[in-house]
């Protein structure tokens, strides 16, 4: 008798639609996370506004450089919202110093789905034959069509607000009502659609946030910060949705401050039995035994277990082909025109233009392509904190709208390399002792001819659209793992010998262990990848509970 | 120490280290002050200096010090800035009182408005001209920068200067096309 049916690592992305599922199909599940439990009511803050603050917004400088450095350069991180990410010292890694990675961690319940960007993007056939089409790495063991049932399952339950489009390679889902496009963004895409016409599409974001109500939970009220919380629960993350549909159920025990160091494994029976874990507030060490095991703990946490382990990896592949996606190229221009316009509330979502490239027809520099994020609006305050001039002019100067700019920014794929890897540090240990990676990552020329070719190809855009004062991003490609989008560490395939995962997210090496967070993705695309997760997560689970009935596990 | 106990040291100590080094006009300024300080808890300021801050600020940006301005830079200040910033500032400030004696003979927070105003802009022409020549990282440096960034930044993040900017309460609704 085990403790418990199935075991989950990690209360996040994944870790939540775990719990719901395999709850939801009778099992007695454990969900271990790493952090600190999370209350709407105490630990949301999006509403708290700056005067509320100690450094209105500022961030505390200080403390921040002493214990947060790395975290802190994610797009998200503020003075409110910096208690959703983990503290560097007590959890450090290590990169070769001329080669930076940001590893963002979340270690409380709802992990990263706290934080998350919420831009959710529909894989298809074009990005899972991607890799036997260019003989690059390995083929995916799946195909759209083992997936899309799982998208609609997905997405029907954490609500998609967007517009239908009927692109084949960036399928529909059955949206809520889209949000609305502004002035010179409707201008943008109607413009694009004259001089492109399909090849290029501006649409408005698809965000997991509600439009209408939808299982209970509230539409938006258009806050602005999404990522401090969300006390109507209006946009998807864990703690909002999945947690309270799995507890629901009665059968979810969720167990915060739980670190879990490595697997326990039974050589006999070739089965994992459990997991070994650490109390983060007493250190203390206890086992709890479980018939199968789900690492949701995030792509590199998960490959870390594994690793700690030693576990699943005849193929030598866990750790390897650690992917990203690439970003800070685009441009940016002005348009004259509706100055007695603007904008109200604070919309959470932007424009989307999906993959152009290699679509149809044939990029001269690089295989794959990306797409743009971005949006149109208006500089208000921030654009005169450094305005000369003082007393009433600069007074009323605050209040004036800038002209309207429009940006884009690009998204862009990057390939899967062997030699791109995480591996167990040798000496570096965590707060708890246990031994922490070192990551080693770079760009390929593929990649950095896409983030130049996103610089011309936002230009294109804007100037089809009729804006002036064009201007490309001159900051150079963003440091690997700065998008948030960490994946490829323990990959799906059709052979064990080169893969970790099967084509269920079942360990080739191990049938009762299954992975189901980043870590799994044999490529990367160039879509927001959390919805993929979710969906394989889904899929992955109804397959065990399955497989389970029958005794095969 | 209590903290009422810290406050009254610091201000004790900040506001009293030198009196024989001061000039009347400013004796009689940090009489004023010792006696009716605006807010006991200030850390980095002493009493003169904020008097300054506050006469300044409200010519940078009316209405400025009514919605909090010498307590955030203050703050700001106490635990944002590190020691070469602070000190900047703390050094550069007193050119306000130099730069009026010169025009009136008299400090800054006795000078008339038309004065202060002068000797602002004097001021935020120089740090242009230094943003102009030298690029922004070395003019956002200049002491007169700090005070006027952190005076219109406090301002534009109080209540009463987001109540003001109409960016506060939120409007709880999206329109993408408004008008004005």
Redesign the interface.
Known sequence: MTDFDAIVVGSGMTGGWAAKELTERGLRTLVLEAGRPIAPERDYVEHK???EM?????G???TVAARQSTQSHSVSFDEWSHVFWTDDADNPYSTPPDRPFHWFRARQVGGKSIIWGRQVYRWSDLDFEANVRDAVAIDWPIRYADLAPWYDHVERFIGVSGQAEGLPHLPDGPFLPP?????V??HVRQRMHAKFGRARVLTIGRVAVLTTPHNGRAPC????PCHRGCITRSYFSSVNATLPAARATGRLTLRPFSIVRSLVYDAGKNRVTGVRMIDAETKTEREYTGRIVFLCASALESARILLNSDLANSSGQVGRNVMDHIKWGGASGEFDG??????????PNGIYVPRFRNVTSRHPDFIRGYGFQGGAGRA??HA???A?????A??AR??Q?GPWTMSFAGFGEMLPREENRATLHPTLVDAWGIPTLHIECTWSENELAMHRDMNVAAAELLEAAGARHIEPRTTGPSTPGNTNHEMGTARMGRDPRTSVLNGWNQAWDVPNLFVTDGAVMTSSGNQNPSLTYMALTARACHYAVEQLKRGDL | MERRELIQWLVATAGLHALDSLAPADLLALGRDVHGSRDPALRVLSPPAERTVAAAAERILPGAPAAGASAFIDKMLADWHTPVERERFLAGLPELDTRCRSRRGRVFVDCAEADQVAVLTALDDEVTALRASRGAAIANEHWFAMLKYLTVYGYCTSETGMRALGLYPIAGRYDGCARL
């Open positions: 506004p700056p005067w100690p450094f209105r917004g500022l505390d400088r200080r949000m609305e496009l502004n002035c963004e409707q009220h258009y806050c602005g509706w100055t007695d316009r603007r904008t109200i509330g604070e919309r208000g305050w005169a904190l450094r000369p001039g003082i007393g009433p600069l007074k605050l209040s709208l």
